[in-house]
């Protein structure tokens, strides 16, 4: 069951910092991919959740992790800092505004925002990915507590043009048991009943953006009970 009402939000841990600053990876190239004019964005909650399956094909999706599991990954640490959500994980994070850009290009993520039906759901004019990337890996027994995610401001691009996110995105790499991306709506009316949550399961290749900031619904990452569960997490940033 969810938490009731939408109290003070917790934060989504995105905060912590490594300690020590990694390396650039050398990222596989996004190839094989399905052609961007054969995908398609798919309304799950409107205005709220998209969904884009095969994002990703099976053999990007399994050269991906076998590179992602060579990076230096560190598990989050199980007590968080007052106000944050709960969260066990390993992550890894990294700012690249050369893979933002290419993801952002070539897997079909411009082409499908820009011709979507109705734009103006992003929040503005959109620039592109967070070079804010951040690779997640949970293992079984591993969770998110519900949280809603922050938007943040940034200078964007190499003209610093003033920016924000708006939207979280989430590309699935793997499919395991467990780990479903739930989300818990709002009571809109007092004595309403409790909306069943919104549950979206991992699926190897499909993209998952979600509106964040101060319209974000709560959401959790359910545990993993088998398996692993693989993201790559960016934003999109629109001009502010």
Request: one cysteine or more; glycine letters at 8%.
């Amino acid at each position: 069951m969810a938490p009731r009402g939408k109290q003070k939000p917790a934060k989504s841990a995105a905060s912590i910092k490594e300690v020590v600053r990694p390396q650039v990876p050398n990222w596989p190239p996004l190839t094989p991919l399905i052609p961007a004019e054969h995908l398609a964005l798919e309304t799950l909650c409107p205005g709220q959740i998209l969904l884009v399956r095969n994002l990703f094909t099976s053999n990007l999706c399994k050269a991906y992790v076998s590179f992602l599991s060579a990076l230096p990954l560190n598990t989050t640490p199980g007590n968080p800092k007052r106000g944050e959500a709960v969260r066990v994980n390993d992550r890894f994070q990294i700012e690249d505004t050369v893979f933002a850009r290419m993801l952002w290009e070539q897997s079909g993520l411009q082409y499908l925002v820009e011709s979507f039906e109705d734009p103006t759901i992003f929040g503005g004019k959109v620039l592109g990915l967070n070079p804010n990337i951040r690779v997640y890996r949970y293992r079984p027994g591993h969770f998110f507590d519900p949280h809603y995610d922050e938007s943040n401001r940034l200078q964007f691009g190499e003209e610093k043009v003033p920016a924000k996110t708006t939207w979280t995105l989430l590309i699935y790499l793997t499919t395991c048991e467990g780990g479903e991306t739930a989300f818990y709506p709002t009571v809109r009316k007092r004595g309403e009943k409790t909306p069943d949550p919104i549950m979206v399961e991992p699926e190897a290749g499909m993209g998952l953006l979600h509106k964040h900031g101060e319209d974000c619904m709560l959401h959790a990452g359910r545990e993993v009970t088998s398996g692993e569960k693989w993201v790559l997490r960016s934003d999109l940033v629109v001009e502010r």
